[in-house]
């Protein structure tokens, strides 16, 4: 008996991947996310990873992100373990308040705005902001997105 018609989809798609030359961006809609074997298969490539009922405005985004070289992970599909663990890619782990300026500094938010949004002073937002430079080993606010986005600390 041959397997339902979205396994059959599923494979199909997963056998294309492989045969894209490399470097070519790849838009992952699943609920899961790429496997340790697959997230190999897939480096050095534009990856966006996003929930297959991701909305027509969060998948104009991710295209838009890939076409910029830019990796983009929906934190609902990453493990659980991704958020906020010390990861290879961090020096410490990120904290819940660091979590929270992490995405504010996402959106292009500066220290003043950010400090406005979480009730602190812009000098704490400033301290936050270095404390997530120094974890994620990144001298620049926009180095230091990519690389959340790419770990699934910051969502689009």
Do not use: C, Y
């Not at 297959?52 to 990796?71: S, T």
């Not at 493990?79 to 959106?107: K, N, S, Y």
């Amino acid at each position: 008996m041959p397997p339902p018609e979205g396994i059959d989809i599923q494979v199909e798609a997963i056998v294309a991947w492989h045969e894209l030359p490399a470097g070519v961006p790849l838009l992952w809609l699943h609920g899961i996310a790429p496997d340790a074997d697959q997230a190999r298969q897939l480096a050095g490539r534009p990856l966006a990873v996003l929930r297959p009922d991701a909305g027509p405005e969060r998948m104009r985004v991710a295209v838009a992100a890939l076409a910029q070289g830019l990796d983009v992970h929906d934190p609902g599909v990453l493990p659980a373990a991704a958020r906020g663990e010390a990861t290879d890619d961090l020096r410490d782990p990120l904290t819940p308040r660091e979590l929270e300026v992490f995405e504010l500094l996402a959106q292009g938010l500066p220290n003043h705005d950010i400090a406005q949004r979480l009730g602190i002073s812009p000098h704490t937002a400033k301290f936050h902001v270095a404390q997530i430079l120094e974890k994620t080993g990144t001298s620049r606010r926009t180095e230091a997105v990519r690389l959340g986005l790419r770990l699934g600390l910051v969502g689009l």
